[in-house]
């Protein structure tokens, strides 16, 4: 598969573990199977019928992905180019399976609908834009190992696990993974503008959940 059409150019790193996976070393292959496989299931999860057929789609990919390294021109980060190749598996997968599954169920049907206070976050045009201007209420009054103790991670897994797939694969890849708008949109190739939306959409709620986990507390 070719890696044309993204701005993102492959980095040395790339470059290097793609020369690595090459050679045939075993740990390189690993330690990307490693960091990769479970988002790629939940991507290809989105696409097919059972959990089984994704595991199936992914193993498929992998072996796209080492049958087309010497294809490879670095003119797209490896990523994307892995991404890329996953997405059209799970989308031919699919659609073998009649299971055309619209953008607004995977996306969920509440993108048009009011969000919450846009104060909650830095608008366009700030440095850190779409991200939190201010602590949800209650926080302060908090120590940091209870911000960061496992009843809070949980409350912050479990919004996440709630939340239509799409949205809840954008603010992991995002703000968990911290990858780049850019990947994010050619690894689940949407655009921009719903990339953004969905960002939005996913930490408002995210956020609304831990607004109420501090809420409870403070009264406790």
């Known amino acids: 598969?070719?890696?044309?059409?993204?701005?993102?150019?492959?980095?040395?790193?790339?470059?290097?573990?793609?020369?690595?996976?090459?050679?045939?070393?075993?740990?390189?292959?690993?330690?990307?199977?490693?960091?990769?496989q479970a988002a790629m299931l939940r991507i290809a999860r989105m696409y097919v019928s059972s959990q089984a057929v994704a595991e199936e789609v992914v193993q498929d990919a992998w072996v796209g992905i080492l049958r087309g390294l010497d294809r490879f021109e670095g003119r797209s980060s490896l990523r994307t180019w892995m991404y890329r190749i996953l997405a059209n598996i799970a989308k031919t997968r699919g659609q073998r399976e009649s299971r055309s599954v619209p953008f607004s169920s995977l996306a969920g049907n509440d993108l048009e609908e009011p969000a919450v206070d846009e104060s909650w976050f830095h608008p366009a045009g700030h440095g850190a834009e779409g991200g939190w201007s201010t602590l949800p209420r209650d926080w302060r009054g908090f120590p940091e190992d209870r911000l960061l103790a496992g009843?809070?991670?949980?409350?912050?897994?479990?919004?996440?696990?709630?939340?239509?797939?799409?949205?809840?694969?954008?603010?992991?890849?995002?703000?968990?993974?911290?990858?780049?708008s850019e990947d994010v949109r050619n690894a689940l190739e949407i655009s921009e503008t719903n990339q953004r939306v969905l960002l939005h959409r996913a930490r408002s709620k995210v956020r609304s959940a831990l607004e109420r986990h501090f809420m409870e507390g403070a009264r406790a």
């Open 1 to 36: 598969m070719s890696d044309a059409g993204a701005t993102t150019l492959a980095s040395p790193e790339d470059l290097a573990l793609v020369e690595r996976l090459k050679a045939g070393d075993e740990l390189a292959f690993m330690m990307l199977v490693e960091q990769h």
């Open 151 to 180: 009843e809070t991670l949980g409350v912050i897994r479990d919004a996440i696990e709630m939340l239509p797939p799409m949205q809840a694969e954008v603010i992991r890849l995002r703000d968990v993974l911290g990858w780049s």
